[in-house]
């Protein structure tokens, strides 16, 4: 893939939650005691599920979906609890938790990879007005220009009226850009509407996306660094040992 500019999601590419580790909190205060490996992986299953089987579902009010969400997952667990009520106590734990958004490992250097290469770097993401701030806390905004929010806009993914406003915003077309995000349905499907290659990443193998079978899936959102234009192909072989100077 030759490109000039690249296109970011925010949660789960860039950013995650510390949602396993608050959750297990919660649930052992219900007397439920499980490994983090299930619930992360259970999380991931419930993620892909919503986003291929319920569009849209996230973008409501997190009173709408957080109760149905759970209520999925922990059935799935074998988990039977008072779903309103575990919810709350989750809420509870998570407003102790500083930085409750956190960037994957090695997204920094990516970056840093990407401006040293002279590759435009920007957002487009479906969230709320807290984005930028998430995106500040965590050390990021800086690599960012231009940065389009759903919520700012009046567009949301998969939409085309949100890629088409970025690509004018930032003055470049879409044949000269990729775009990396984690959702399919969103991601892959909305940027190929203006003309974008695409990047989904899925750090469980194919895990939870065993449909998709006409997009480019990667392990993490280093590993973009792999299909970026030719010097992206030599830096690969160096790392393999491929090329010797």
């Not at 759903?150 to 850009?177: M, Q, R």
Request: with cysteine; proline share 3%; aromatic share 12%.
């Amino acid at each position: 893939m030759k490109a000039s500019f690249v296109w970011f999601d925010i949660g789960y590419t860039l950013l995650h939650m510390q949602r396993e580790t608050t959750y297990l909190k919660a649930l052992k205060k219900f007397g439920i005691d499980i490994s983090h490996g299930a619930i992360e992986k259970e999380f991931h299953l419930t993620d892909k599920l919503f986003m291929r089987e319920y569009p849209g579902a996230f973008l409501g009010g997190r009173e709408v979906f957080m109760p149905w969400y759970l209520g999925i997952m922990n059935y799935r667990l074998g988990i039977s609890l008072p779903v309103c009520e575990l919810d709350a106590c989750w809420e509870e734990i998570k407003r102790d938790v500083k930085n409750y958004w956190l960037p994957y490992d090695g997204v920094q250097q990516m970056l840093e990879a990407l401006r040293n290469r002279s590759i435009g770097r920007g957002i487009i993401s479906n969230w709320d007005h807290t984005a930028r701030d998430i995106l500040k806390s965590a050390g990021l905004v800086e690599y960012f220009e231009p940065i389009v929010i759903s919520a700012e806009v009046g567009h949301n993914k998969p939409d085309a009226a949100i890629f088409n406003l970025a690509l004018e915003t930032a003055g470049i077309e879409a044949k000269d850009c990729i775009y990396v995000g984690d959702n399919y349905y969103d991601d892959a499907l909305g940027s190929r509407k203006v003309g974008m290659e695409t990047l989904i990443i899925n750090r469980f193998g194919t895990l939870g996306v065993e449909e998709i079978n006409d997009c480019q899936l990667i392990n993490d959102v280093a590993d973009i660094l792999n299909y970026i234009g030719p010097q992206a192909s030599n830096e690969s072989q160096i790392q393999a040992g491929e090329i010797h100077e």
